[in-house]
């Protein structure tokens, strides 16, 4: 086993007290970030309120932010949305929680309406940390205890993101905008995943899928979905099978093996979702 090496005390505490000063540096950066965001957000509600694009001879506020934002105009309607969704005896205090915690007290305010609890909730975003908060609201929202949580990179190509963007877009309006893009992103792969093993005969993983789907339809989707299934189970049987609908040229098909005739098709629960109540939803 090598030797260690010989300890530099003065050298140590140096290098030591240095990382500290910098990690406590970027501690204060971040704060200041997220006080100074919640004005960004008050002054962007003001020059589209004001039209105060005209004064750089735009055409539009969209036009205006596609200038200060050119990556994504959703940063600017997400900060905005902080201060057009949140009583006016909050946004006063925005900067003393930041707009990381202005963002989990709006979810609140539009999920409980008129019975929303201002000083309540401003107490719990003064008092508790940012990822306690963060699960404080996860679990009013929901009623239960938030699974936990991990964070995953990805490095794209610019080229790339915008086709990602309207995906997870087009999936936010399906589930509604109070859903995060990590819920999102997830009915995204488990559309591709029942859709990959209605092909290749995997019934186990196809059910799975679908079973998560089913999860992410609003509670009046679920019981008409429910329904037409009941419906379905309890038609009666004669000794000949029925014909499947006529679908188009390009959809015409014989069933893959291993998948049961008269299975759910993933593209038509998808578009039951997109249509909120739409009848389709068995083949």
Known sequence: MPMPPKLNRKRALFVLTKIDEILAWEEQKAQERDTRFVDLGRYLCEVRAGQYWRLENLKSFEEFLQRRFPDSRRTAYYLMSIHEHLPAQIRRDLKQVGWTKAAELTKVARSDGKDFDCAAWMHKARSLPRDQFKREVDQHLTGKDTEPT??????????????????????????????SRGYCLEMICA????????????????????????????????????????????????????????????????????????????PELRCAVASRGSSSGIA
Do not use: W
Request: with cysteine; proline share 10%.
């Open 150 to 179: 991990e964070i995953i990179y990805f490095k794209f190509y610019k080229s790339q993101i915008p086709v990602i963007e309207q995906a997870i877009e087009t999936a936010a309006l399906m589930l509604g905008s109070d859903k």
């Open 191 to 266: 559309d591709f995943l029942a859709g990959a093993n209605l092909d290749s005969g995997q019934p186990d993983v196809l059910l799975s899928s679908i079973s998560r789907l089913f999860e992410f339809l609003p509670g009046e989707q679920r019981q008409a979905f429910v329904q037409q299934i009941t419906e379905k189970c309890h038609e009666p049987r004669s000794g000949k099978e029925f014909p499947p609908p006529p679908r188009s040229p390009s959809e015409r098909r014989a069933a893959p093996a291993g998948v049961t005739p008269g299975r759910m098709e993933v």
